[in-house]
């Protein structure tokens, strides 16, 4: 089962660090904050399992908190089972983790998906907010769209 791993490269003296989390098992979708990448971040959020479960797919999204090691969950089980979270911040300026994580969740139970917002420094407290659709939506493939640039010279 996936385990999340952070990997610290220093490309000039050649050395490569690693640290494991405790955030359970099938810890898969990672994602930090957009504002945050290519710097230092100190959250991700993840979709996992408890580490009771070693089989199944994820019913957790949990936050890592990467610099203190705090995982904090919510548990969309029994019947609830999210996509790749993603981090949409409030404000341009403001703190790292002042936003929302939106996921895509299928409930078993009623074969639907539902769009599901948590609060990201509250990860584990109530939706802010949930959109039932009225059909399932399959899992997509891994990915953030962002506008092109166009090469120098072309219309």
């Given amino acids: 089962m996936a385990r999340l791993t952070r ?9 490569v660090e690693h640290q494991f989390y405790d ?7 990672p994602c930090v904050d957009p504002r ?15 580490a009771d479960r070693r089989t199944g797919l994820q019913q957790l ?5 990467l610099d203190g090691g705090g ?13 790749e979270p993603l981090f949409v911040p409030r404000r341009a300026d403001g703190p790292e983790d002042d936003g929302i994580v939106i996921t895509m ?5 009623s074969e639907r998906s539902s769009i599901v917002g948590l609060d990201a420094a ?4 109530r939706p802010l907010f949930e959109a039932h659709l009225k059909h399932h939506v399959p899992y997509s493939l891994h990915g953030t ?3 092109g640039l166009r090469p120098a010279g072309t219309a």
């Avoid at 945050?36 to 408890?50: D, S, T």
């Fill in 36 to 50: 945050r990448v290519g710097r230092r971040y100190r959250y991700a959020y993840i979709a996992n399992n408890p």
């Fill in 71 to 83: 995982v904090t969950s919510h548990d969309l089980g029994p019947t609830g089972y999210p996509g």
């Fill in 23 to 29: 955030t359970g098992t099938a810890n898969e979708f």
């Fill in 105 to 109: 969740v299928y409930d078993s139970a």
């Fill in 122 to 125: 509250n990860l584990a407290g």
């Fill in 145 to 147: 769209f962002a506008p």
């Fill in 61 to 65: 999204v949990s936050r890592v908190d």
């Fill in 7 to 15: 990997y610290r490269i220093d490309p000039a003296g050649g050395r």
